[in-house]
């Protein structure tokens, strides 16, 4: 857990305007499933909902949804790396971390929510 980041280990490196703690795991990798991942799937079912019996409108949200996942998924989580602020062993313990929520709240969460209100 106590990776240090990676311009704590090489001084060519400058940290862009980074707490002065240990990076491990990325936190922004984790917000990305979280939270994106969340708003996206409910995006998904809300449409889905309205638009069940036209494929095509379901195949293009489909695909809206998934790119922009993506994009924000690589977006964030690779200029945590570029800008020198985290590894890429603490953006994937990161993005583990998130994925994991992530699946919690499908499996779980989801349908507590869905019952209490």
Not at 59 to 84: E, N, P, Q, Y
Request: net charge neutral; aromatic share 20%.
């Amino acid at each position: 857990m106590n990776d240090p980041r990676p311009y704590f280990v090489d001084s060519t490196i400058k940290g862009w305007e980074c707490y002065a703690d240990f990076g491990n795991p990325s936190g922004h990798a984790t917000s990305v499933w979280m939270f994106y991942g969340i708003i996206l799937i409910e995006v998904y079912r809300e449409i889905k909902s309205r638009y069940s019996s036209k494929t095509v409108v379901l195949l293009i949200t489909k695909v809206v949804c998934l790119a922009v996942f993506m994009f924000l998924l690589i977006g964030i989580v690779f200029c945590r790396i570029f800008l020198g602020v985290h590894s890429l062993n603490q953006v994937m313990m990161g993005s583990v971390f998130g994925i994991y929520i992530f699946m919690v709240f499908l499996w779980y969460a989801d349908k507590w929510i869905e019952y209490l209100f």
